[in-house]
């Protein structure tokens, strides 16, 4: 019996573990334009994903009623070109800058927006035709001022809501040769998280561990 409840919680463990994430936006689409200081290795059309993590629990930076802000836990940005993905990612410093975060505002200056950044020196991933990347910056805004009702963290994203998209990822000096520009195709909150190949053997293992639990009071 013993064996069969230590299995048991061990599954219980892993289930957690599978399932267990923070709040994770991630905005999809393809490459808009390529920056003609970058080269072809991003080309337009390639498609793209961006994942924006934060812990809704430590997440508030400063609420100033009209818009508040929150910082990221993680920032990554994937390309899949034709000779594979490129990634960039940035994790939280130490620091915690607000310019790796986001902002939400709610009918502020005529508008509402929420804007998820990652500040100059904090992102790391390959470099286009020598130029290292500097920072990202998208900005989803609705001058209508009917996306949000508040400035806290929304629990629904569409791109309907945001006549106005501006998706950039900077390289170099950020001029206008040197970005990567997207559209938007999908938002999703809390996309189902792919297990990776160790989370899948050490399951295997658990359920023969299980069987194995299970076979040998019958036997005896």
Not at 61 to 87: C, D, H, P, Q, W
Not at 203 to 215: E, F, P, S, T, Y
């Amino acid at each position: 019996m013993r064996k069969i409840l230590t299995v048991a919680s061990l599954l219980s463990i892993l289930a957690i573990s599978i399932n267990a994430q923070v709040t994770t936006y991630r905005m999809s689409g393809a490459v808009a334009s390529v920056g003609g200081d970058l080269g072809s290795t991003v080309q337009v059309g390639q498609t793209y994903e961006a994942d924006f993590v934060f812990d809704e629990s430590l997440a508030l930076f400063n609420n100033f009623g009209s818009f508040a802000l929150y910082k990221s836990t993680l920032t990554e940005i994937r390309i899949t070109t034709g000779s594979g993905v490129l990634t960039w990612s940035a994790a939280t410093p130490a620091s915690n800058d607000p310019n790796n975060g986001f902002a939400v505002h709610n009918n502020n200056s005529g508008r509402d927006a929420i804007i998820f950044s990652t500040g100059p020196g904090y992102l790391v991933g390959p470099a286009l035709n020598s130029l290292n990347v500097s920072t990202l910056v998208f900005t989803l805004q609705d001058s209508t001022q009917t996306a949000f009702s508040n400035a806290s963290i929304p629990t629904f994203l569409s791109p309907a809501s945001f006549p106005l998209k501006l998706l950039d990822l900077n390289f170099g000096n950020q001029f206008p040769s040197e970005q990567i520009k997207f559209n938007l195709s999908t938002i999703e909150r809390n996309p189902m998280p792919v297990p990776e190949p160790s989370t899948y053997a050490l399951l295997a293992g658990a359920v023969a561990l299980l069987g194995v639990g299970i076979r040998r009071p019958r036997a005896a």
